[in-house]
């Protein structure tokens, strides 16, 4: 027996058309050209089809990070060793295309959009997760973590953000040891 009427979702092969679509039409255009007429330019898929399930650029970028594969890490044993190499991967990740033009996007939006402003606190929250999953292995939680972290990334979203420039390494790599120094071990 056939169900009648639209199905729940869009077809696994119309998301992954229009989500590809999307990615590079982000990292080309940036995120204000995610609207469902530049999509359906790009993909040929219906605007009818975009507008319903995808009707903001927010709700683009929304179902973007929810397809992003999650980053899985190993962690040593040695904490500080440890978020020596997330200040690392933060870094190299803040510099490759995908993560800055959407936090440049998210914060864009964010602006005329108020479903943008928790889309990008759960982006950043994704972001600076590693570094406190390092800390709570360390048995380090609360106000201490919630500092360290804020000292070690803030300035490299700043960075990266506001500043349009590199974010600084060494700086991140000070406040890891500012924070935990080796001697004190």
């Given at each position: 027996?056939?169900?009648?009427?639209?199905?729940?979702?869009?077809?696994?092969?119309?998301?992954?058309?229009?989500?590809?679509?999307?990615?590079?039409?982000?990292?080309?255009?940036?995120?204000?050209?995610?609207?469902?007429?530049?999509?359906h330019?790009?993909?040929?898929?219906?605007?009818?089809?975009i507008?319903?399930?995808?009707?903001?650029?927010?709700?683009?970028?929304?179902?973007?990070?929810?397809?992003?594969?999650?980053?899985?890490?190993?962690?040593?044993?040695?904490?500080?060793?440890?978020?020596?190499?997330?200040?690392?991967?933060?870094?190299?990740?803040?510099?490759?295309?995908?993560?800055?033009?959407?936090?440049?996007?998210?914060?864009?939006?964010?602006?005329?959009?108020?479903?943008?402003?928790?889309?990008?606190?759960?982006?950043?929250?994704?972001?600076?997760?590693?570094?406190?999953?390092?800390?709570?292995?360390?048995?380090?939680?609360?106000?201490?973590?919630?500092?360290?972290?804020?000292?070690?990334?803030?300035p490299?979203?700043?960075?990266?953000?506001?500043?349009?420039?590199?974010?600084?390494?060494?700086?991140?790599?000070?406040?890891?040891?500012?924070?935990?120094p080796?001697?004190?071990?």
């Amino acid at each position: 027996m056939s169900k009648i009427g639209r199905p729940a979702g869009p077809a696994a092969d119309t998301v992954s058309t229009v989500l590809t679509a999307a990615l590079e039409v982000l990292l080309t255009e940036g995120g204000a050209a995610l609207t469902p007429l530049r999509l359906h330019q790009a993909t040929g898929v219906s605007r009818s089809t975009i507008y319903r399930h995808w009707a903001t650029p927010t709700d683009v970028l929304a179902a973007l990070i929810d397809v992003a594969p999650p980053v899985q890490r190993v962690l040593s044993g040695d904490p500080v060793a440890d978020l020596h190499a997330e200040v690392d991967l933060l870094c190299d990740r803040l510099r490759d295309r995908p993560v800055a033009a959407f936090l440049q996007a998210l914060v864009t939006m964010a602006a005329s959009d108020d479903a943008a402003g928790p889309l990008r606190q759960r982006y950043v929250d994704d972001l600076v997760a590693p570094f406190r999953a390092v800390l709570a292995s360390d048995g380090v939680t609360g106000e201490r973590a919630d500092d360290a972290v804020n000292a070690i990334v803030a300035p490299l979203l700043v960075d990266a953000l506001l500043l349009d420039r590199p974010a600084s390494r060494e700086r991140a790599h000070r406040a890891v040891d500012l924070y935990f120094p080796q001697d004190a071990a």
